[in-house]
């Protein structure tokens, strides 16, 4: 992901009041492409942060 998506994706978490998926999401993006994980395994590992 480009500069400009990433920091307007950080805005709108910010303002939905995600902290938790603003401060983990890229994290668990790199991992899942790592994996081979597509994008419903990724929104189904995102949903288990505590």
Sequence with gaps: MTVAPKILLADHLKTLKLPTFL????????????????????????SNWN
């Design 23 to 46: 401060r983990e999401y890229d994290k668990l993006a790199r991992q899942c492409a790592t994996e081979g994980r597509d994008h419903v395994q990724f929104w189904r590992a995102s």
